[in-house]
């Protein structure tokens, strides 16, 4: 079976600095991988890799069996990756509902309409339905500028579920978020991104998230994979705790 | 004020407008007419100011319209004030499905920079160009209205002014249904965060693009209306000062809403009227102190004036859940 995503050989620099170092990863469809490492080890480099922001110097990215390591952001999100930002990207002056319509409306395969009201009533329900997945239903109408860090990490997570993804890669979904809030936010998120979305990447930093969720975990480091597997050999590998969690588990 | 904004009021808005024009005083006709014709054109800036940007040379799209109507009469005796309207329209469009593409490319200083450069690039080319009268430009006949000549100076007047209001009206009506509409929305997303608009698979450069076309179109027809006023077309409708004022009228009305650049340009040419009335010597000091004025109290613009109230009205009562949330390090 052809996995999800496929990518062999890649390599980014900046300048002296390797962020991509020869990485060989294969993510079959429904898992959950977390990706794992130290700042600068090379995590967010490898999202923006795969979604099309950064441009590999070499190697391949396949998205079901479709190289996609040329294509722009745009294309990368038409072929089927989403995905969500450690700082959250919203529209600011709208409201959640309205960021999530605007998600809604890309996914069309028509040509947006000079005419047709952005709030038309099958557009505006399909947005309620994503916020409350996500239990943010009560906020639709409230511009995000005045919403809570979090609640922004949500709106975003639900603006990257519009589009049903095939591939949803999350950046740091629980950063910002409360010690008391964060299992039940991922909770939400989880459910909510099951029903679409079989296979997830998530980038993390909480072991305790990683361990919960994750089926995979890959710990980056140096631009290199230091160790990849299940969540509880990974963590318990000697190198992993060195250079990754200092012992964290 | 919620019905107001229904398409069907507004097009009674305008019909009401139109009627005015019948009991108003003459000199107020030409100053409306000349309100109206610059409404039209700040409207489109007002439309790309919703993703963004801002064009300091919209007069390369008000020359096109004007121009381009002003030739097709003199050669082929087309006097009819709808079909100058539509061929300015149609003129300024045209131009603008050519450049629009391209420059949508750019943003913020770099966008508005290249506008101005290409309007002036036309204006050089104009004041060169002899066969197009230079410098002085040249004269162009009488507006018609189906078929009939309106010999009578107040009646020709309020011809001019009905046409106007009409096309400006009609124009408001299409960008607030425009405004409210998938495209519309998806202009603020493009203001607000571009980079996030095409990682949800849809092309910001696109949609600067369509705005950038539509704001021609106005652009061209209000070039049209410009002309059938003054008899006259010259270069100046190309030079940047005359692209600076339309930008004035937007800044004044700020992008949220239509009618607010129809307040603004009328609250503009009073203001310009009377003071260049009252104190020929000083009226640009009041003018400028009016912009300042306006930019220092309503820096959204008077459209912020009711468009603020409606969004604070908008709030829910219950708390957001997760509010409980700390902020992330940003």
Request: proline share 4%; glycine share 10%.
């Amino acid at each position: 079976m052809t996995p999800v995503l496929a990518v062999e050989g890649l390599n980014k620099r900046f300048g002296a600095v390797v962020a991509a170092d020869n990485l060989n990863i294969t993510i079959p469809a429904g898992q959950k991988v977390s990706l794992i490492g130290s700042n600068g080890a090379g995590k967010t480099t490898f999202v923006n890799l795969v979604t099309g922001y950064l441009k590999p110097d070499s190697g391949k990215i396949e998205l079901e069996g479709r190289a996609i390591g040329k294509q722009s952001p745009r294309d990368v999100a038409r072929l089927g990756i989403s995905r969500s930002f450690q700082i959250p990207q919203l529209f600011i002056e709208l409201t959640a509902a309205e960021n999530v319509i605007v998600a809604i409306s890309g996914t069309k395969a028509s040509p947006l309409s000079f005419t047709s009201p952005a709030e038309a009533q099958n557009r505006r329900e399909q947005a309620l339905v994503l916020l409350d997945r996500l239990g943010l239903r009560a906020t639709a109408d409230r511009p995000v500028s005045e919403l809570a860090g979090g609640v922004r990490k949500l709106v975003d997570i639900a603006m990257a579920m519009a589009r049903r993804p095939h591939l949803l890669l999350l950046d740091e979904p629980t950063s910002g978020v409360s010690a008391e809030e964060k299992f039940s936010t991922m909770d939400r998120v989880i459910q909510a991104v099951t029903q679409d979305a079989g296979t997830i990447v998530f980038v993390e930093h909480d072991m305790d998230i990683v361990t919960r969720y994750a089926d995979r975990v890959l710990a980056f480091y140096s631009g290199r994979i230091l160790s990849d597997g299940h969540p509880d050999t990974v963590l318990k590998d000697a190198d992993v705790r060195r250079y990754v969690t200092g012992g964290a588990r | 004020m919620k019905i107001l904004s229904h398409p069907a009021a507004m097009l009674g808005i305008v019909l009401g407008f139109v009627l005015l024009g019948r009991v108003l005083p003459a000199w107020t006709l030409s100053l409306a007419t000349v309100a109206a014709s610059n409404s039209l054109i700040a409207l489109g800036i007002v439309v790309l100011a919703r993703t963004g940007n801002v064009s300091f040379g919209q007069g390369l799209f008000y020359a096109a319209g004007g121009y381009g109507v002003a030739l097709i009469a003199n050669s082929w005796g087309l006097t009819d004030a709808v079909a100058q309207v539509m061929i300015g329209a149609v003129c300024g469009g045209l131009l603008g499905l050519v450049i629009g593409p391209l420059i949508s490319r750019y943003t913020g200083i770099f966008f508005g920079m290249l506008t101005l450069a290409l309007s002036m690039v036309l204006y050089g080319a104009l004041v060169k160009t002899t066969a197009l009268g230079g410098s002085d430009g040249f004269n162009v006949g009488r507006p018609t209205l189906f078929g009939n000549v309106f010999t009578d100076p107040r009646e020709a007047d309020f011809m001019l002014y009905s046409v106007s209001v009409i096309a400006t009206g009609l124009a408001g009506v299409a960008a607030t249904v425009y405004f409210r509409s998938e495209l519309g929305l998806m202009s603020l997303a493009v203001r607000a965060n571009n980079l996030r608009v095409e990682y949800l698979g849809i092309s910001a450069n696109r949609i600067v693009a369509i705005n950038f076309v539509i704001a021609a179109v106005f652009a061209g027809a209000s070039g049209a209306l410009s002309l059938m006023a003054q008899r006259h077309i010259d270069p100046q409708f190309a030079y940047w000062t005359t692209s600076g004022e339309f930008v004035f009228v937007a800044i004044l009305a700020g992008y949220q809403s239509v009618a607010a650049v129809f307040v603004a340009s009328l609250a503009l040419e009073l203001v310009r009227s009377f003071s260049n009335l009252y104190l020929p010597n000083t009226w640009q000091l009041v003018l400028g102190a009016f912009l300042l004025a306006v930019i220092l109290f309503l820096p959204l613009g008077i459209g912020s004036l009711w468009t603020s109230t409606k969004r604070k009205g908008s709030e829910p009562d219950a708390p957001a859940p997760g509010a409980t949330v700390t902020e992330p390090a940003e």
